[in-house]
């Protein structure tokens, strides 16, 4: 049988993904079915499943018979405590102006095959899937563009700025590489500002920090302790929690041991540190490393999220709640992007299939926010 993965999972959904399934194929889990219409690579969302609950993933194949058979058992989310405020999403990654991708940059696409290139319909899907999901608000954390360049920024400005909510923006190191322009007056011309101090924006029941970690013509990442001091005193004055949204992921040890490289320890452990110190109810997310990844910092929750058109192909959801936060990692499922992303599933030998996609629990997760109780009882 093809391959059939329980990509994602919520509290009342889950988003089931297939190599190749033949048309006619039902998925069901709970009282939600969803039947494979196109042949080829894709993606369902099953809805309105119990919170808390264990279930089966079924699937019957046409002409096999009415009986369907388990694939997958799994339990949905518990929401986070208290009323949910507010939905926001992320993507990174988005690559705009790429033209082929691999070690060898043999994974490409014949000129004039798409209406777009892959990486402008890969991210302009990603957006609208988002949105239909229940953002509120679209965070991008870097790597906008390939190179920085003006018709890449023209494009990556048109894109956002069609988006039917607010999109916020921070930069990463191929918006800032050895030939890129400033993309401010690009974005702001769609109604994007980006800055390179630290800023923020008020969502219900919590604050999105923006951090700028991009130093032009490097790969790695840098917080200054300047920047940091900013940082933790934007999270400090939250009136609630903190979401802090940079492109570069903080590398526990000083040197990084796999590709591409972060922040190093001895500028991302400090401002953790400040972090925690100056409000507890802090979670990080990242882009840069094109894959997916979860670790704890004390009482704060460290996320990578994998790139929007590279395999898996990915957008992260957030769902906040007045005592935490719901984080799910889903595939773009559109047709024209996910038979692109399954097609660079094959890079690096099929290792890529391997490394990116990370475990399940990594990717969707609920967090409580951290009682006063629970931070002077840390082992409890």
Known sequence: MSRVSLFAVEDTAV???WADLPVGSVLRAGDATAEVGRPGPGAASLEHLPP????????RLPGRGPRPRSVHRFRTLAPPPGELLCRFATVNDLHVGERSFGLLRTLGEAPGAHDEPYPLRCARAAVDEAVVWGAEAIVAKGDLTWAGLPPEWHD???L????SVPVLAVLGNHDVGKHSVDPATALAAHGIVVRREPSHHDLPGIRVV???TAVAGKSAGRVQADQRQAIAELAGAAPGAVFVAMH??????QRAFMYPPGIPGDQAGPLLDALA????????????SHRHRFHRHGPLVVTEIGATMHYPGTWAG?????????????????PEAIEWTERTRRALLGAWSLWTPGRREHRCFSHTWPTRASLANPDE
């Open 318 to 334: 957030y769902a906040v709640h007045e005592g935490g936060i719901r984080q799910v990692v889903r595939r773009v499922a559109a």
């Open 156 to 158: 990556v400005a048109a």
């Open 160 to 163: 956002l700025g069609s988006a």
């Open 248 to 253: 570069h992921y903080p590398q526990r040890l």
């Open 52 to 59: 808390d609950s264990c279930l089966d993933l079924t699937l």
């Open 210 to 212: 923006l951090a700028d």
């Open 15 to 17: 988003q089931v993904c």
């Open 277 to 288: 110190a100056a409000n507890a109810s802090t979670f990080v997310s990242c882009g840069h």
